[in-house]
C-alpha cells in the first residue's frame, strides 16, 4: 500500500477538502480517502469527471494513480481532550462527539485519549454507530503527559482544569492546539488566550473564533490534519 501523494496535492490545488470532491463526485468521502491511501483505485467510469474537477488530463491523472505512489507513512496522532464540565453546553457536546467520531471513522487517524471524557465518547461513539473493520478496541492512555505525548495535534472540547492541564503541556511540546470555543470551558478559556496572543484578524486563529458548528470546526481539523500528514 503507498499514499498517493501526487493526487493529495492536484485534489488541494484544485480546492477541494476530500469532502467536497467526494460530495461532486456522489461518493462517500471515505472512497476519496481509499483512492488517496492507495487503498483503492477509482473505477474507470469515475477517471474522466475526476480528472475534469482535479483540472488535469486523463493521462496526467493515471500518472497519478499509477506513479504519483510514495511509501505510506504513519497517519497523525491526535490528542482528543475535553470532558463535560459544569457551565459547557451540553447538546452542542453531543452534535461534536457525533461529528469527530464521523472524522476519526473515515480519516484513518490515530486518537490518544485518557480514561473518561469526550475522546473517550468519540472513539465510543465510532465504534457504536460506524463499527469500522478490524476495530476491536480502544486503548486509554493514563496520566495527561502520556495522552499528550507523541501527538501531532491536540482537539479541545469544553473541559476543566484536567483539560487545562493538558492544553499546557501539548503547548509547551510546541503542539498545535485546536479549541473549539462554544463548548465552553477550557476550550473557551484556550481560544481567548491565544486570540489574547495571536490576534483574530487572519489565520487558524480567525477560522476558530468564526467556527459556530461542529461541521465547521470538523473541517478546519481536518484541513490542518491534512496539513500535518503531507509534512510526515
Known amino acids: ?17 476530500q469532502e467536497r470532491l467526494a460530495y461532486a463526485m456522489e461518493v462517500d468521502r471515505s472512497t476519496i480517502a481509499r483512492w488517496e491511501a492507495g487503498e483503492a483505485t477509482p473505477l474507470a467510469t469515475f477517471r474522466p469527471q475526476l480528472a475534469k474537477l482535479l483540472n488535469v488530463t486523463p493521462a496526467e491523472l ?17 490528542v482528543i481532550s475535553g470532558s463535560r464540565a459544569p457551565g459547557c453546553d451540553d447538546q452542542l457536546l453531543d452534535a461534536t462527539v457525533a ?3 464521523r472524522l476519526v471513522a473515515f480519516s484513518g487517524i490515530a486518537v490518544n485519549h485518557g480514561p473518561v471524557g469526550i475522546g473517550i465518547e468519540v472513539v465510543t461513539y465510532v465504534a457504536d454507530q460506524f463499527r469500522p473493520a478490524g476495530f476491536a478496541m480502544s486503548t486509554a492512555r493514563f496520566g495527561r ?51 489574547a496572543v495571536n490576534g483574530t484578524g487572519t489565520g487558524l486563529v480567525a477560522e476558530l473564533t468564526e467556527c459556530v458548528t461542529p461541521t465547521q470546526f470538523t473541517a478546519i481539523t481536518e484541513r490542518a490534519m491534512n496539513e500535518i500528514g503531507t509534512q510526515l
Request: aromatic residues 2%; negative net charge; glycine residues 12%.
Open 1 to 17: 500500500m503507498a499514499r498517493r501523494n501526487d493526487l493529495v496535492r492536484q485534489r488541494k490545488l484544485a480546492g477541494f477538502s
Open 62 to 78: 493515471e500518472r497519478m494513480l499509477i506513479e504519483g505512489a510514495e511509501p505510506a507513512s504513519s497517519p497523525p496522532c491526535v
Open 99 to 101: 461529528a469527530l467520531a
Open 145 to 195: 503527559e502520556n495522552v499528550v505525548h507523541g501527538a501531532d495535534l491536540m482537539i479541545v472540547v469544553g473541559g476543566a482544569s484536567g483539560t487545562a492541564a493538558e492544553v499546557s503541556i501539548a503547548q509547551a511540546l510546541g503542539i498545535p492546539v485546536l479549541p473549539y470555543g462554544p463548548t465552553g470551558g477550557t476550550a473557551a478559556r484556550t481560544l481567548e488566550a491565544l486570540c
